[in-house]
């Protein structure tokens, strides 16, 4: 099963929508969803301070800012 991750901040409207994006996504497309708080790692939050939300697939960045469900849906499609 393919690993979506996604890390964002507290208090981050746009990571906040990014998840309810990915949540609602997630049983139709058949993912794992993981949210990692960068404010929890000095290097985490180093490298994706002012990027937040940045949504990684299986490890690979995918988009910033926002979900693109189109590129998430064919990414997915390809690894099956």
């Given at each position: 099963?393919?690993?979506?991750?996604?890390?964002?901040?507290?208090?981050?409207?746009?990571?906040?929508?990014?998840v309810g994006v990915?949540?609602?996504?997630?049983?139709?497309?058949?993912?794992?969803?993981?949210?990692?708080?960068?404010?929890?790692?000095?290097?985490?939050?180093?490298?994706?301070f002012e990027r937040?939300?940045?949504?990684?697939?299986?490890?690979?960045?995918?988009?910033?800012?926002?979900?693109?469900?189109?590129?998430?849906?064919?990414?997915?499609?390809?690894?099956?």
């Amino acid at each position: 099963m393919s690993v979506v991750t996604v890390y964002s901040r507290p208090q981050c409207h746009l990571c906040e929508e990014a998840v309810g994006v990915l949540a609602g996504l997630q049983a139709e497309l058949g993912f794992e969803l993981r949210q990692l708080d960068i404010t929890a790692d000095e290097a985490l939050h180093r490298a994706y301070f002012e990027r937040v939300p940045v949504v990684l697939l299986d490890g690979d960045e995918l988009c910033e800012y926002f979900v693109d469900e189109a590129v998430l849906r064919e990414r997915l499609e390809s690894r099956r």
